[in-house]
């Protein structure tokens, strides 16, 4: 049989219209967004309701690990994708800090506890951020093997462009090789010329980082997509993503 058949199915009037691929290789169904999903049409309509019968405990969403997704971007793309019905795990410097009620402290991260409640898809995980001397989460060991391991897509968006955008990088990368090389790897950045204006000074310094990102992924992974963004551009921003996590994915 032909190793992916895609199915067309209007789940209910109030969501949006998707696919569900079953790899027949795999036994396993995956939910696609219609707009970057190729339809393969199917005669046989309750056939195509029989395999999704069949195997509808398969069903199943991307896991989607988002570096550094406490930022105001981390939040517009964790939120759209666990409401298209994929899992989100957010790697952060504290969760305790990230998930609490208020914002405890600029220093870090925060999600808060309302948005993750109306966001049950949307996971936090303590990890290491690259830097083994700055280590403030209270549960990090392991992080690589509770997350990257069953990662489908990786998205690097921690923020700053310091050295420790690159350690981060190096780091991902490095653990990603380890347990999960076949995962979809991206690095998400600023313009070059947008830089001069988001973040002033050492300009030469922050290209090079931002370059040396991207070279990590595309040097050492098979599957990778390195994206600029535009500043203050949020929902495009989280459109561009996930159109490239959708588009090698699906």
């Known amino acids: 049989p032909p190793a992916r058949i895609t199915l067309n199915l209007l789940l209910n009037s109030n969501l949006p219209m998707y696919f569900w691929q079953l790899n027949t290789r795999s036994s396993k169904i995956q939910r696609t967004h219609s707009s970057h999903a190729k339809m393969i049409s199917l005669k046989n309509q309750s056939f195509l309701l029989q395999i999704l ?6 069903i199943h969403g991307f896991n989607v690990i988002l570096a550094g997704g406490t930022g105001e ?5 964790s939120a759209s994708l666990a409401k298209d019905g ?3 795990t957010v790697l952060c410097r504290n969760a305790f800090l990230a998930a609490a009620p208020a914002r405890v402290s600029s220093d870090f991260g925060w999600l808060g506890r309302s948005f993750l409640e109306k966001n049950p898809g949307i996971k936090l995980r303590d990890w290491d951020g690259g830097d083994l001397l700055d280590i403030v989460g209270q549960d990090w060991l392991g992080w690589q093997d509770d997350t990257l391991s069953k990662a489908d897509a990786v998205v690097n968006l921690v923020g700053g462009y310091t050295q420790q955008r690159e350690m981060a990088q190096e780091r991902i990368v490095r653990e990603s090789l380890r ?3 076949m995962a979809l790897q991206i690095t998400v950045g600023p313009k070059d010329e947008e830089l001069k204006i988001i973040t002033p000074g050492a300009y030469a ?4 980082r931002l370059k040396h990102c991207e070279d990590l992924v595309s040097v ?3 599957s990778y997509e390195c994206i600029r963004i ?3 551009r949020i929902d495009d921003s989280c459109e561009r993503i996930k159109k490239a996590i959708y588009d090698r994915l699906g």
């Open 53 to 58: 019968a069949l195997y509808s405990p398969l």
């Open 73 to 77: 971007l981390g939040r517009a793309l």
């Open 86 to 88: 994929h899992d989100v």
């Open 230 to 232: 535009e500043a203050n």
């Open 179 to 181: 347990v999960n090389p």
């Open 205 to 208: 310094a922050k290209v090079a």
């Open 220 to 222: 050492n992974c098979g």
